[in-house]
């Protein structure tokens, strides 16, 4: 199985920030690597699909790039609606995984 | 407005049996692979089972496989997941989520929406 792992696992930004996740791969996934966002009592959202697409309605301080097995998630500029934690997943293998998650707390 | 709503959580003994279940509205469910993804109580998301859109295609994680079993009914537009011999460690919120396409290989593919979950608690 592909094994996901996010760094770090937890990060105390400032609004307005950039902020920058990196997501690895124990193997090679091309660009089958989508990032989503979970608020407290939330389902998750997507954010970003095939690494560098930005889902519909998701502000454009996300962005995602990377292939192979490194990844990043950058939010541009902060914002206080972003605490949240975040969760990379592989979907090159049909027996997908996730990320362990980043949480990003209010500092 | 698409929703998936998933039901059957509950309190259950350590070797018993659950079934949930997942109802899709807003969407033609037959057209698309669906998956169980689970959260235990404070961690990360886990996926759990993924079923292609005629069944053709089902896959599981290893923490699952040979208790869990996943089936559709695209006519009722449902999606359950058959859980046996429950553990200790199958406490947790279990999501239904929608992919965008019919099967794993259908690329790219991604979990574009998602149910509130059920919760479901295995103790003695």
Not at chain 1, 7 to 29: E, M, W, Y
Not at chain 2, 79 to 106: F, I, V, W
Request: proline share 4%.
């Amino acid at each position: 199985d592909i094994q996901m792992t996010q760094s770090p696992s937890s990060l105390s930004p400032s609004v307005g920030d950039r902020v920058t996740i990196t997501c690895r791969a124990s193997q090679s996934i091309s660009t089958w690597l989508n990032w989503y966002q979970q608020k407290p009592g939330r389902a998750p959202r997507l954010l970003i699909f095939a690494a560098s697409s930005l889902q519909s309605g998701v502000p454009s301080r996300f962005s995602g790039s990377g292939s192979g097995t490194d990844f990043t998630l950058t939010i541009s500029s902060l914002q206080p609606e972003d605490f949240a934690t975040y969760y990379c997943q592989q979907s090159y293998s049909s027996r997908i995984s996730f990320g362990q998650g980043t949480r990003l707390e209010i500092k | 407005e698409l929703q998936l709503v998933e039901s059957g959580g509950g309190l259950v003994q350590p070797g018993r049996s659950l079934r949930l279940s997942c109802a899709a509205s807003g969407f033609t469910l037959g057209d698309y692979a669906m998956h169980w993804v689970r959260q235990p109580p404070g961690k990360g998301l886990e996926w759990v089972s993924g079923i292609s859109w005629n069944s053709g295609i089902i896959d599981y994680a290893d923490s699952v496989k040979g208790r869990f079993t996943i089936s559709r009914d695209n006519a009722k537009n449902s999606l359950y997941l058959q859980m046996n011999s429950l553990r200790l460690e199958d406490t947790a919120l279990y999501y239904c989520a929608k992919d965008s396409g019919r099967s794993a290989y259908d690329r790219p593919n991604y979990f574009d929406y998602w149910g509130q979950g059920t919760l479901v608690t295995v103790s003695s």
